[in-house]
């Protein structure tokens, strides 16, 4: 008994990754200004630079034909079923009824059992947690196994990011309501840390970069617990940035392992060009 786990693309990480540890994902689509895309069609430089040049960012999700296919695909050699990981990031956004829709045809067409889960966090979170699910999978856990890590690493799982300015959310009409529910005031005087859950929330405001990245680290080590953990590196065209966020992460946090991603349409067109941060969860035990 073997299962398959599907994500979609918001979580970012390399091709050689995805392969290397089973995953498939459905490609988010979105459109800028008047073209539709969908994710991996345009290279990081050409989506940020479109974005800085005042073109409006819808995110669509991924479509039930686009699911469809990739539960097909992943299906094929796993006899316990596909779990698939659907985020959350974005209330608009049509992703998880589709994934729904799509599982539930396959199941009634082609007796093909497909579990969705709408998890409560997106990119880099949204990524610990599928490389935590594809560990158990690897190890010959069944259906159970899968499902019960997933409540374990999403109970630990968690995102935040830095951006080194608010233009990002400003020019997605973000900044006022962001602002009013932080109750940190005038978050343009600062470096902002932000959780990136559902939507995207700001926790802290720092003095400068360093500071924010202390914040970002505290606020890991306390979730985590000095538990073994899975991390995820992400960033906007800021390597060096996320190379440094890396090391402190690799020293401060017990990491099992720890992956850089570049971040994608879905939290990189709220925050921008420039913004950084950190995905984890706890690492799962390996099944019995």
């Known amino acids: 008994m073997s299962v398959a786990i599907v994500c979609d693309s918001s979580v970012d990480l390399p091709a050689e990754v995805l392969e290397q540890r089973g995953l498939r994902t459905a490609p988010v689509g979105y459109s800028l200004g008047s073209r539709i ?54 209330s608009n956004s049509p992703s998880f009824d589709f994934a729904e829709y799509a599982a539930r045809r396959l199941n009634h067409f082609e007796e093909l059992n497909v579990r969705v889960h709408q998890t409560p966090r997106s990119t880099a979170g949204q990524a610990a947690i599928a490389l935590a699910l594809a560990r158990v999978a690897q190890a010959d856990g069944d259906l159970q196994a899968v499902e019960s890590a997933l409540d374990h690493a999403t109970g630990s799982a968690d995102i935040f990011m830095i951006a080194p300015n608010v233009d990002g959310l400003d020019r997605a009409g973000e900044l006022p309501l962001v602002t009013s529910s932080s109750g940190l005031g005038p978050l343009d005087f600062g470096v902002p840390v932000f959780r990136a859950r559902d939507r995207i929330k700001a926790v802290d405001l720092a003095d400068d970069a360093e500071e924010a990245e202390e914040m970002l680290l505290n606020r890991a080590a306390d979730i985590l617990g000095g538990e073994p953990s899975i ?43 420039g913004a950084w941060g950190m995905g984890f969860c706890n690492a799962p035990e390996p099944p019995t």
């Open 231 to 273: 991390v995820v590196v992400t960033h906007a065209l800021a390597p060096e940035a996320a190379a440094r966020l890396r090391d402190k992460a690799t020293a401060r946090l017990n990491a099992d392992e720890v992956h850089v991603t570049e971040l994608g349409p879905t939290v990189g067109g709220m925050l921008g060009a």
């Open 37 to 90: 895309y969908q994710q991996g069609e345009q290279t990081h430089e050409e989506f940020y630079e479109a974005l800085a040049g005042g073109e409006t960012l819808i995110i669509n999700g991924v479509n039930s034909d686009s699911w469809e296919a990739v539960y097909r695909a992943a299906a094929e050699g796993h006899d316990d079923g596909v779990v698939c990981l659907c985020q959350a990031f974005g």
